[in-house]
C-alpha cells in the first residue's frame, strides 16, 4: 500500500461517516509530509480505533487505521467542535505522488455530493483545489475528467 492510499482511505471513511465536508491538508516541510483529513461526519467513540479489526462498518473492516498506525506512529485521531481530524505524517521519501490519487478523491466527493477542499503546500507555496472549482472546468463523473485532473495535479508529483 502506498502513502497516498491512506488519502484515499480516510476521504472514503469520511464519506462513509456521513459527513457533508472535507477538508484534507498535505503540507511537505524538511523531510516530512504531514496529512491531516477533516470532516464533519457522525463519530462514534470509545474504541481505539488504530486496534487491528476496530470498525463500525462491518466484518472484515477495520484494518486501515491500523496499517496507517504502523506505517505513520504518529498518527492521531480526534473529534473537537462537531468535526474528526485525522493526522499523519511520514517520510518525504515515501511519497508516491498526489496525481494518482487526488482526481479519485474528487470524484469520489462528487459521486457523494460531499464537498471536498485540499490545501497542498509544497516549497514554500500554498495551493488550495475545491470541488467546487473542479466541477466548474467539467464533469467529475467520467473517466475523462479523472485523465483531465490527473495533468491539473502532475505538478505536485
Not at 52 to 79: F, H, I, Q, W, Y
Not at 86 to 99: E, I, R
Not at 105 to 126: E, T, W
Amino acid at each position: 500500500m502506498d502513502v497516498e492510499d491512506f488519502l484515499f482511505e480516510g476521504v472514503k471513511n469520511s464519506i462513509e461517516a456521513g459527513c457533508g465536508s472535507i477538508v484534507l491538508s498535505y503540507r511537505e516541510e524538511d523531510d516530512e509530509v504531514h496529512v491531516r483529513i477533516t470532516d464533519d461526519g457522525k463519530y462514534e467513540g470509545g474504541r481505539d480505533v488504530f486496534a487491528s479489526g476496530c470498525s463500525t462498518k462491518g466484518d472484515n473492516r477495520g484494518r486501515g487505521l491500523s496499517l496507517l498506525k504502523s506505517v505513520c506512529p504518529d498518527a492521531a485521531l480526534e473529534r473537537k467542535d462537531g468535526c474528526t481530524f485525522l493526522s499523519y505524517s511520514y517520510p518525504l521519501k515515501l511519497k508516491t505522488g498526489l496525481s494518482s490519487v487526488l482526481p479519485f478523491l474528487f470524484s469520489m466527493c462528487f459521486a457523494s455530493s460531499v464537498s471536498l477542499s485540499v490545501n497542498i503546500v509544497r516549497d514554500g507555496i500554498s495551493s488550495t483545489f475545491t470541488s467546487r472549482e473542479m466541477a466548474q472546468k467539467g464533469p467529475l463523473d467520467r473517466s475523462g475528467s479523472i485523465i483531465r485532473m490527473k495533468r491539473d495535479f502532475e505538478f505536485f508529483d
